[in-house]
């Protein structure tokens, strides 16, 4: 395990044991922080001089299938004025994938978080527009999840000839 | 025109007069760009100077499907774009013809997926496929070439 | 907003009548001309003014993360060609960093320098392409011409290096696919001299051009702390002031050992970016000068049998390589990371690329995420676009360069 930065340290000084976790595997730097404290820690993130993560990178999720709790919500962060970076997980439970949205803190999020619902399936709670982001209105269930079938197709429009490719079977995804 | 009727009588006059309309055709096409994915970059390079599409009577294209009579299949088609790739064929005036540019537009190329069609034939027919992952350009202008050879050919129904 | 300022006299005004003002729904997309790639952009506008925009896209998701998922750590890398299309070497370089972070290993020098050649090249191309193809929307033609004309001639360097023009497939894991081939430095170096004559052509073309400052000067500024706010990087963040460019405050790869700055411009409106892109062009191909001159010899992959794929004339000459090979390529036995997560960024032609890798000891991905640039750009567009004119939107998309491919996935 490398030496972790400073302010990884910080943030766990300050909010306690609120952050289940940190540990800096490859430099990353990471924090996992519990569902109700993600807010927080964003807005502190992003205001305390010892830190000032300004600028939002990314928001994704992790479908960890079999594992308790499924899915791991992950959050990017960089400072632009101190050159770090680190990154956030929030773990979220398959029964009630709900997280508090970050949009006060960080706009940006906005649309990562429909891509997000979108893709996993995972709601916003507090998300002023949570529509589908790529797919149409039509489409049922989530596509990134692990136990959607990859080659599922949900045409819109009546087909002309069938699409099943000779090789299909080949495209299952590898067993976890 | 009435000659697509058959309203002209005589056989040899109808044979010569369809190789005319073919030959007009063939040079003439005004072509409508559906670019979705990077095969329109190489569609880009084809129409500009460097390899100009123009010297076989294909450079100009028309935004608007009734204005022309060549679909242009740039890229991958999805299923969310399937409709609209549909309404724009059918919006397009008679004679019209269709080209798959590029691997995905053909046949799904490297997406076989939940979000993919697998080919734009399976919306839509094709007329000319041309393979590659994009073409190259000397490979679009053949699979031109080929599609006026169709189209000089093309037997007038009466 | 900057419009605001200029009064416009309408017919209303000359001739003393009401006009009755009505709100308009319109709508443009998802197959339109100027919108490169598939996009819908509503907007609703009073008169030809923007009051409220919305974009939907979507119209090229093709599920790049599922796909990858589904393959090997190796196979994987053509997809990401296929993410931002116009520069694709890029693309690679940051899929094959995370997972080389992944692993643990080092690219040697030789290879990170022919790296970073072809991607400034690849960078080239894509500025070309997005400031032509901006112009043209502009009603500047010949211009666009001019671009793609010397977008050949990055592609013609880029087919000596990896043999394709667009889906270059150009990295392994540990490497690069192959060794700098013969007769390359020539061909760069008088290439590079054209480029700079067409960069400087184009400059003379538009840059002090009346009309294309006339529509481009004020538009959709962005103050820096917006920007960040709007999560941009990339030009648009550097077009609004704040030198934030990852090649000089992240340095990765050799970016430490080349010498080069960081234009930034100071409204953050169309014009700035334009400006900033133009220099861009200018500061990579020096780096691409400097990368031939310093480039070392040596190996270009990293000399590990269980990352690196033996020599074709191994696989196919004896058995030793032949069993490598097969090793390498059959399900169960190839690459395989440790279990973990890596995270790495590279500067893209617009911004920020960063790749999000999880690895479950497997032989591919088990999460393949990549961080597109544009996207958090368009995401923003709605609210650059309002309160111009509604011939403004075109001016703006332009400047955002959407890469549908990127954006989408
Ligand atoms: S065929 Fe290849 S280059 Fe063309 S759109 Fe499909 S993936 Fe892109």
């Not at chain 1, 009546?158 to 995804?173: A, F, Q, T, Y």
């Not at chain 2, 294209?61 to 724009?88: A, E, M, N, W």
């Amino acid at each position: 395990m490398q030496e972790l930065p400073e302010y990884l340290s910080v943030l766990k000084s300050r909010f306690g044991d609120r952050i289940e976790e940190i540990h800096a595997q490859h430099d990353d730097a990471t924090a996992v922080v519990k569902r109700d404290a993600i807010v927080e820690v964003c807005a502190w993130l992003r205001d305390d001089e010892k830190t000032l993560f300004d600028l939002f990178l990314d928001l994704t999720a992790v479908d960890y299938i079999g594992r308790k709790p499924r899915f791991e919500v992950v959050i990017h962060l960089v400072s632009i004025p101190f050159r770090h970076r680190l990154r956030l997980k929030v773990r979220l439970d398959e029964d009630d994938p709900v997280m508090p949205t970050i949009i006060p803190v960080y706009p940006a999020s906005n649309w990562f978080e429909r891509e997000c619902w979108d893709l996993y399936g995972i709601k916003f709670d507090g998300h002023p527009d949570l529509r589908r982001m790529f797919l149409q209105e039509t489409f049922v269930g989530h596509p990134l999840r692990k136990d959607y079938p990859i080659a599922k197709r949900q045409p819109l429009i009546e087909l002309r000839k069938s699409e099943v490719r000779r090789n299909d079977e080949s495209v299952e995804p590898r067993p976890a | 025109m009435g000659i697509d009727k058959g309203e002209i009588p005589g056989v040899a006059l109808t044979t010569k007069l369809e190789s005319l309309l073919g030959w007009g055709r063939k040079y003439s096409l005004f072509l409508y760009p559906f670019v979705t994915a990077c095969c329109g970059m190489e569609y880009m390079s084809v129409a500009c100077a460097h390899y100009d599409i123009d010297r076989f009577g294909a450079g100009l294209p028309r935004f608007s499907p009734r204005q022309s009579d060549l679909l242009l299949i740039c890229g991958t088609v999805s299923h969310k774009i399937g409709p609209v790739l549909y309404r724009v064929w059918e919006q397009m005036a008679d004679p019209k013809w269709v080209v798959a540019f590029g691997a995905c537009a053909s046949c799904g190329g490297p997406y076989n997926n939940y979000a993919t069609m697998q080919g734009a034939d399976v919306c839509i027919p094709v007329d000319v496929y041309i393979p590659g992952c994009p073409p190259r350009p000397e490979m679009v202008l053949d699979g031109l070439i080929k599609l006026q050879a169709k189209i000089q050919n093309r037997q007038i129904p009466g | 907003m900057a419009t605001e300022e200029k009064t416009f006299v309408g017919a209303a005004e000359v001739m003393d009548v009401e006009i009755p003002i009505q709100e308009m729904f319109l709508n443009m997309g998802p197959s339109h001309p100027s919108m490169h790639g598939v996009v819908r952009t509503m907007v609703r506008i009073v008169g030809e003014r923007v009051v409220w925009a919305d974009i939907e896209i979507g119209y090229l998701h093709r599920a790049f993360e599922k796909q990858c998922e589904a393959q090997f750590w190796n196979t994987a890398i053509i997809y990401t060609d296929r993410l931002n299309y116009v520069s694709p070497i890029i693309n690679n370089v940051g899929y094959c960093m995370a997972v080389e972070k992944l692993l643990g290993i080092t690219v040697p020098e030789r290879g990170e320098y022919f790296r970073t050649l072809v991607s400034e090249v690849s960078r080239v191309a894509d500025h070309l392409t997005n400031v032509g193809a901006a112009v043209m929307e502009l009603g500047a033609f010949t211009a666009f011409l001019y671009t793609m004309k010397a977008r050949e001639w990055c592609y013609e360097i880029i087919e000596a290096a990896c043999g394709a023009r667009i889906t270059t497939n150009f990295t392994r894991v540990g490497g690069v696919m192959a060794d700098v081939p013969a007769g390359f430095e020539e061909l760069v170096r008088d290439r590079v001299k054209q480029l700079r004559g067409v960069v400087d052509e184009f400059d003379k073309l538009m840059t002090r051009n009346r009309i294309f400052i006339d529509r481009t000067r004020g538009i959709s500024p962005v103050t820096p702390e917006k920007a960040v706010a709007y999560g941009f990087t990339g030009p648009l963040l550097r077009a609004a002031g704040i030198p934030y460019d990852i090649r000089r405050t992240h340095p990765y790869s050799i970016y430490d050992q080349l010498d080069f700055v960081v234009p930034t411009g100071t409204t953050g409106d169309v014009l700035d970016r334009y400006l900033v892109r133009m220099e861009e062009m200018r500061q990579s191909l020096s780096m691409i000068l400097q990368c031939l001159k310093q480039m070392p010899p040596g190996p270009v992959n990293v000399m590990d049998k269980l990352i690196t794929r033996p020599l074709k004339t191994n696989v196919y000459g004896n058995i030793e390589g032949l069993m490598n090979q097969f090793k390498l390529v059959m399900d169960g036995h190839g690459i395989k990371p440790d279990p973990g997560e890596a995270w790495a960024s590279v500067e893209g032609g617009n911004g920020e690329l960063g790749y999000y890798l999880v690895s479950d000891g497997g032989d591919g991905p088990y999460k393949c995420r990549c961080r597109a640039p544009s996207f958090p750009l368009v995401q923003a567009m709605k609210e650059m676009i309002v309160g111009h004119m509604v011939a403004d939107v075109i001016p703006v998309f332009g400047s955002i360069n959407y890469i549908a491919g990127e954006v989408e996935r």
